[in-house]
């Protein structure tokens, strides 16, 4: 297994892959960073505004925004923040990553090089975004107990509630 890498994924508001990066831990995250902005732009000029953790902050929000034309906003975490919490805006990201990590490979780094890395992670978003946009449509939702219309004839009648079977999934299905 090699240690010491990191994995910067830029994710659209439903959480699909845009841009994935993977660089050795070393160096801070702003680095690598104008390097990811500048591949990210080129196949997306339409991108205006981009959310990222406060380590993408300092020099880059104006960097951004001077020679890419990207307002970068940084979500600050809460200065009573202990541990992992879930941050608006950026929780996509961390779905996105929870959703490479089903699929086994992408668990533990086992690839020498890191352009191997990155293509198993886009392999996984090929395949994540396929079934998704493939998936047909979910009818629209209904309340949890439909009511029985009552009947206008005589005396009114109590109305009857119809309970649906819960429907309960207990495991994600598997990665082919």
């Known amino acids: 297994m090699i240690n010491g890498r990191k994995r910067h994924l830029a994710v659209d508001m439903r959480g699909m892959a845009l841009a994935v990066m993977v660089t050795p831990a070393a160096p801070h995250d702003s680095i690598p ?7 990210l732009r080129l196949p997306h000029p339409e991108l205006a505004v981009a959310w990222a953790d406060s380590a993408y ?3 880059l929000v ?4 001077t ?4 307002t970068l906003k940084t979500v600050p975490r809460r200065k009573d923040q202990d541990g992992f919490a879930v941050l608006a805006k950026r929780w996509r990201a961390e779905r996105a990553i929870s959703w490479i990590m089903r699929a086994r490979r992408n668990v533990r780094d086992h690839e020498r090089l890191i352009s191997h890395s990155e293509a198993h ?3 996984t978003f090929i395949t994540l975004m396929v079934r998704r946009l ?9 309340s949890p107990h439909p009511v029985e219309p009552v009947k206008a004839v005589g005396r009114p009648q109590p109305v009857r509630l119809r309970m649906q079977q819960p429907t309960i999934r207990l495991a994600p299905t598997a990665l082919r």
């Open 33 to 39: 960073a104008r390097d990811r902005l500048f591949r």
């Open 62 to 65: 104006g960097w951004s925004h």
């Open 67 to 70: 020679f890419l034309g990207i």
């Open 121 to 123: 992670i886009t392999w």
């Open 134 to 142: 493939t998936r047909p449509p979910r009818p629209p939702r209904t």
């Open 57 to 59: 902050g300092g020099t």
